[in-house]
């Protein structure tokens, strides 16, 4: 029993049993296009996958998916994340560091272009988009379809990458 002041006793309850999002999650999905469908099951593939392997655990946390293009993690700090990116339509793959609204901060990568590349042992591309300025680099996929047997080698892609990435981002004290 609870009292406050000189109020009368009253019973303290307990949370049993709460909803859970899945009807939430269920009525979301069915208002979809088939490629935000696939979009979503993707990443949510993507995150069960990666999120099982103690290397990528240790670097990220879990977000939920949605049915988006891009799959975002975050890096400690408020200045940038990583995106994880699916275009279906090019079969192409990307992942990015996404700085929003700091060319300095992108300036200060780019001044070290040769070395970050050396460093990553990729080609990225280096793109200011109005306030949002990307390092990117790309693989295309014949293989990005419904077929899920192809998924973990993509998946297994994203998780080096983003490792290396991440890993950068620390070696180069941004």
């Given at each position: ?5 000189d ?17 939430k999650?269920?009525?979301t ?38 049915p ?18 699916i ?6 793959l990307?992942?990015e ?13 780019a ?5 970050v590349?050396?460093?990553l ?27 899920q ?26």
């Amino acid at each position: 029993m609870l009292k406050i002041g000189d109020s009368l006793p009253a019973p303290r309850l307990y949370v049993v049993e709460k909803p859970n999002d899945w009807a939430k999650t269920m009525k979301t999905v069915d208002a979809l296009t088939e490629a935000q469908k696939l979009q979503f099951e993707f990443w949510q593939a993507f995150a069960n996958y990666a999120f099982d392997k103690p290397e990528f655990i240790s670097q990220f946390s879990r977000r939920k998916a949605s049915p988006r293009r891009y799959y975002g993690l975050s890096v400690g700090s408020s200045e940038y994340h990583i995106n994880l990116t699916i275009s279906i339509q090019k079969k192409r793959l990307g992942v990015e560091i996404y700085i929003n609204n700091n060319e300095e901060l992108f300036a200060k990568l780019a001044d070290q272009k040769d070395t970050v590349e050396q460093f990553l042992n990729m080609s990225v591309d280096w793109k200011k988009a109005g306030k949002a300025c990307l390092i990117i680099t790309f693989a295309d996929r014949k293989d990005i379809t419904k077929n899920q047997d192809t998924w973990d080698s993509i998946f297994d892609w994203y998780i080096e990458t983003a490792i290396k990435f991440k890993e950068m981002i620390k070696k180069f004290d941004v």
